[in-house]
């Protein structure tokens, strides 16, 4: 009964290769979000969904492209991985506004060769 | 440009004492204010949070201080617990606004030694 779960936990891949990571959330909410925490530990808020209409896009490169097929799936594909896009990426949802309390996924650690 | 600035990357304290730990903001337009806690391994988990109406919250052992005119807050944990050693993140955000979002700080690593 994991309330956010993601797909991988951990994700090893070469440069120039296009992955995906999968979330899903069973509480109900309807805003999800995708995090990247980098190698400085900063936790920056990349993309948030709210009822499957993109609230959030930060200044992230367009190789990365969020799909939400519905508000309990909010997944993240990226293109032509670049070794700089090693990190953890977590996903994480909430009810109503992002200042609510967020409930977190485990992470995908992605790690770029 | 870090919004959320956790200076002390660690801490270390005693089993049964008290635990302080400190966040500064340099956004005024910030209204609220949340404490995650984060195991390694696992995603961080919401553990107590203040509206910048008032100056503090507290949560059993945890308590929330909020210095609006100093732009500084601070975690407060009593008494210390082993359990309580993980990562904790500061995070600042605004109620109003179409673009609400968390802003985090990068952490501070609690060891709570036996």
């Known amino acids: 009964d994991t309330a956010v779960s993601q797909t991988p936990k951990y994700l090893v891949t070469q440069m120039g290769n296009d992955k995906s990571i999968k979330c899903e959330q069973n509480?109900?909410?309807?805003?999800m979000y995708w995090y990247k925490q980098d190698s400085k530990k900063f936790l920056k808020i990349m993309f948030s969904y709210n009822n499957k209409e993109l609230i959030i896009n930060e200044t992230v490169p367009n190789r990365f492209s969020p799909k939400s097929p519905d508000k309990a799936h909010l997944n993240l594909h990226i293109n032509s991985l670049e070794l700089g896009d090693s990190a953890v990426y977590f996903c994480?949802?909430?009810?109503?506004?992002?200042?609510?309390?967020?409930?977190f996924g485990p992470g995908t650690r992605l790690l770029v060769l | 440009d870090q919004q959320v600035k956790q200076n002390s990357p660690s801490l270390s304290v005693q089993e049964g004492r008290i635990s302080i730990l400190n966040c500064d903001y340099t956004?005024?337009?910030?209204?609220?204010f949340l404490w995650y806690k984060k195991y390694p391994a696992e995603g961080p988990t919401f553990l107590i949070s203040?509206?910048?109406?008032?100056d503090k919250n507290e949560d059993g052992r945890f308590t929330v201080f909020l210095n609006k005119s100093a732009k500084h807050l601070s975690l407060h944990i009593v008494p210390s617990q082993p359990g309580d050693s993980a990562v904790y993140f500061c995070?600042?955000?605004?109620?109003?606004?179409?673009?609400?979002?968390?802003?985090f700080g990068k952490g501070i690593t609690l060891s709570v030694r036996p």
């Open positions: 956004n005024s337009m910030f209204d609220y």
């Open positions: 994480a949802s909430s009810l109503g506004q992002p200042w609510k309390t967020q409930y």
């Open positions: 203040i509206s910048s109406i008032k």
């Open positions: 509480l109900g909410h309807d805003t």
């Open positions: 995070a600042a955000s605004l109620i109003t606004g179409a673009n609400s979002k968390l802003t």
